[in-house]
């Protein structure tokens, strides 16, 4: 299975992403965002960081590089796409996602190791995971706060589709404490802490990031059999 | 030369911290009767030509506000040197 790894001018986390995507036994294909061409892979991971030095908003730029009309396109017809941090910023400006990301409510960034609570595993990303996990992972940001108007929000509790909550303490004054959501076919997702950097004993705060790239392989391997890759209902 | 400025600002609905921090800070001026304040961001277009309301619209639209929490007005400027006072 081939995961693609997005960078554009300002990602920071392209690297740990394609070595987290190996680590759990992808091939990985560096993507550049310049490159409308995808170059077949069954996987897309939109990296954190700031691209294009987070201009006029975190993700505005982005969201029109050649690559990311290739991805909106492709994610519209099942391809699975994780948007990390930046990435998920990126996915709410392309609409692939509702809602926004926004200063944190504090104005501090925030850099520490987060719990989270794995609230959805119907997703091409979360289906390693069990319903109701704790997981830790490293949470950074300055504009992490997830806001949405009231009939998203609801409507994204009852399909089922926010994917993630922060546990014991909000980082950045999210509403409703939504780490991660999905769209409403399961296989793009967008999540706010960093799975890429738990990955590893030696520099993570578990190994609990892994499982968001098992999750897409075991995804993939199930769409390959006739199942859909976005196992979101 | 004419230009087009776009005014963006958040939603009435959507908090802004960094506003909340300036209208915190004030008291620290001497300010006392400030009740509010909200930071947005205007933004001055110029065509080659001549100013396309439509066409700043639509970039407007498309990149210079997200319309999931900002809203955005748009208008001509006609004096350039006028703003600078």
Redesign the interface.
Known sequence: MRIGVVTFPGSLDDGDAARAARIAGADVVRLWHGDADLHGVDAVVLPGGFSYGDA??CG??AR?APAMDSIIDAARGGLPVLGICNGFQIL??AHLL???L??????HFRNRDQYLRVESTNTAWTNSFTGGQEILIPVKNGEGCY???ERTLDQLEAEGRVVARYIRGNPN?SQRDIAAITNEAGNVVGIMPHPEHAVEALTGPSLDGLGFFTSVLRALAGSSAGVNAGGHQ | MARVVVDVMLKP???D??GQ?VANALPRLGVTDVSSVRIGRRIEIEFAGAPDLDRAREIADK??A?P??EDFTIHVHEDATAEVA
């Open positions: 006029l908003r505005a730029i029109f709410c400006e509702p809602g926004a926004t200063r944190n409510q504090h104005l806001v949405a108007d004054g | 609905e959507i908090l911290p960094q921090a990149l210079l997200n999931v929490i």
